[in-house]
């Protein structure tokens, strides 16, 4: 594969004493959408934190191996996590919009980072309202209170908190997970729109969604990477008799 | 209709006597203070000097030193409180000595107060030589807060979802960025809430501030720091056991004590409104 943004080598993690993720080594190509499926508790979510170095946050937790971001390990020593985590901006599984206006949360990661300008930070938090789909819903309130947005209408917010800091690459846990039919619709066609700009990975539990949205897909199963292809291949072909048995629902 | 249980009506009867007892108890106090004290109450009484032994006049050096003591104690015991509360809640990691400090923190808080009077004795008084003054019972009195501050601030850090500072830091916050903007900001209400309370108590204790700095009578205001001062609580406790005529300066003891309680009444009442108003703003 030509033009890989990510790769990881022999990649192991642990909390604590449970070891999650098990020698997992997979390239993640620029400008693509890179799904990940597997069933509850394989450690998808471990496996996304790993690359924005979340879970250096958790007590206990230990990696080993290497994640390659633009030819450089996210885990050497020397290496500034809050740059890493600038590059790679993440939208969690639970959204968490913080308690501030709708504007301010979009603001928020401008400002940490350093810009004053107003007039930028206004144009920022605008386009980004606008790529996260959500402008038009909020243009009218951008002084309410995040808090007062409905729970699809936040995960979109903090999609839109993510872009407005123009990381590389978004990380999504399970984006559309409490989202209805039409919202859910909307934030797969902005993924599609954001892969221009970024690098998605993307996990859900959704394999009808995993089919229409990812160029690639991984499939995960007690923190091995069982098998990772062109979203096709995995879709009609699989390699595995344990992934097709877990894509056509026959387990899981 | 089903009949209640028997023991769940007994129960209740018995959590409706406690709340009873404790309100009863509490009017009688009030009442009792306010019906005697009321009397000598009058703007002369705040704002003068006690005269003819302490027979006369008012209270006005014991206000201010209460007063002065309590700024000591806010300033001693607020920043350094939250910066331990903000350093065992968002920095230390959770070890054994964590657990030590945490567990000698909680155990400080139930050590009598004229323990802390002797180690202000010694620690500011002797080792650090200011001598009996405002600021050795300031500090004293800080020293004592300071438990009760850390925990309320460290129980008001915890209050905060976990959430705010991932949030914050995915977004390429540094630690001491999310703590600072995304952390703090939800938690002052609560950690000055806690303070406060923490400081009224401060107000009207005795015992800490009897070796420390507090005088029997001074006929004029502290000059600085470094001097000796009245102090509310310690006025009500020679006015009611070691004045010479005790009976008749009966009224200035009650009038003396509806000012402590009026003092500590509106510090709470302050740390009431304080948390309203920040958490509405925070809610904006
Ligand atoms: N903070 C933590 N401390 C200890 N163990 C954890 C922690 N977070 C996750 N785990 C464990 O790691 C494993 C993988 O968890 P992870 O959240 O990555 O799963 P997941 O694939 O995202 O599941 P889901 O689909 O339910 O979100 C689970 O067994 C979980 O119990
Ligand atoms: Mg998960």
Redesign the pocket.
Same mark, same amino acid.
């Given at each position: 594969m030509n033009n890989v943004k990510i790769k990881v080598e022999d990649f192991n993690f642990h909390?604590?004493k @449970?070891h999650?993720l098990k020698k997992v080594s997979m390239d993640i190509v620029a400008n693509k959408v890179t799904g990940i499926i597997?069933?509850?508790?394989? =450690?998808?979510? @471990?496996?996304l934190r790993s690359i924005n170095r979340m879970n250096d946050t958790?007590l206990g937790?230990k990696a080993e191996g290497r994640i390659i971001l633009d030819g450089r390990n996210i885990y050497d020593d020397d290496i500034d996590v809050v740059e890493v985590r600038r590059k790679a901006g993440m939208v969690f599984?639970k959204s968490n919009p913080f308690p501030k206006s709708i504007f301010d949360n979009i603001a928020y990661g401008l400002r940490i980072n350093g810009v004053k300008d107003k007039y930028y930070i206004h144009e920022r938090v605008e386009k980004s309202l606008r790529d996260a789909a959500i402008w038009d819903e909020v243009k009218g309130r951008l002084n309410k209170n995040a808090f007062e947005l409905s729970g699809g209408q936040q995960q979109r917010l903090c999609i839109a908190r993510a872009l407005a800091v123009e990381p590389e690459i978004v990380l999504m846990?399970?984006p559309a997970s409490a989202l209805d039919p039409t919202a859910t619709l909307k934030v797969e066609e902005l993924i599609q729109e954001l892969k221009k700009k970024y690098t998605i990975i993307i996990?859900t539990?959704n394999m009808q969604q995993a089919a229409r949205i990812s160029d690639f897909t991984a499939f995960?199963m007690m =923190?091995e990477l069982v098998e990772y292809d062109v979203t096709s291949i995995m879709f009609t072909k699989p390699v595995k008799k344990i992934t097709e048995d877990y894509i056509t629902g026959r387990f899981g | 209709m089903k009949k209640p249980h028997i023991s769940d009506m007994l129960g209740f009867g018995f959590l409706r006597f406690s709340v009873g007892t404790v309100i009863v108890a509490l009017i009688i106090i009030l009442f009792d203070i306010i019906s005697k004290g009321r009397g000598v109450i009058c703007w002369k009484f705040l704002i003068t000097m006690p005269k003819n032994g302490m027979t006369e006049g008012g209270i006005l050096p014991a206000i201010i030193g209460t007063f002065l003591v309590t700024v000591i104690t806010a300033l001693l015991s607020i920043p350094l409180g939250m910066g331990c509360a903000i350093y065992l809640n968002e920095y230390a990691r959770e070890n054994m000595l964590n657990r030590l400090i945490r567990m000698s923190i909680r155990n400080l808080s139930g050590v009598p107060s004229i323990v802390y009077g002797l180690f202000g004795v010694i620690l500011f008084v002797q080792v650090m030589n200011l001598g009996t003054c405002i600021l050795s019972a300031g500090m004293t009195l800080g020293l004592m807060t300071l438990p009760w501050t850390i925990t309320a601030s460290e129980e008001a850090l915890k209050n905060v979802p976990k959430s705010y500072r991932e949030g914050a830091l995915a977004l390429g916050a540094t630690k001491w960025q999310s703590i600072r903007t995304n952390v703090l900001p939800y938690a002052i209400p609560g950690m000055l809430t806690g303070t406060i309370l923490g400081l009224s108590r401060a107000a009207g204790e005795t015992a800490p501030i009897l070796f420390t700095g507090a005088a029997f009578f001074i006929p004029f205001l502290p000059k600085s720091l470094f001097s000796q001062f009245m102090a509310l609580p310690y006025h009500l406790y020679i006015m009611s056991t070691q004045h010479h005529a005790i009976s008749k300066v009966r009224p200035i003891a009650y009038g003396t004590a509806l000012v402590l309680i009026a003092l500590v009444f509106a510090m709470n009442l302050g740390a009431v409104i304080a948390r309203y108003r920040l958490r509405k703003i925070k809610m904006e």
């Open positions: 909390y604590g @449970t999650v597997g069933p509850s508790g394989c =450690g998808k979510s @471990t496996f958790i937790a599984q846990d399970e996990v539990h995960f =923190g | -």
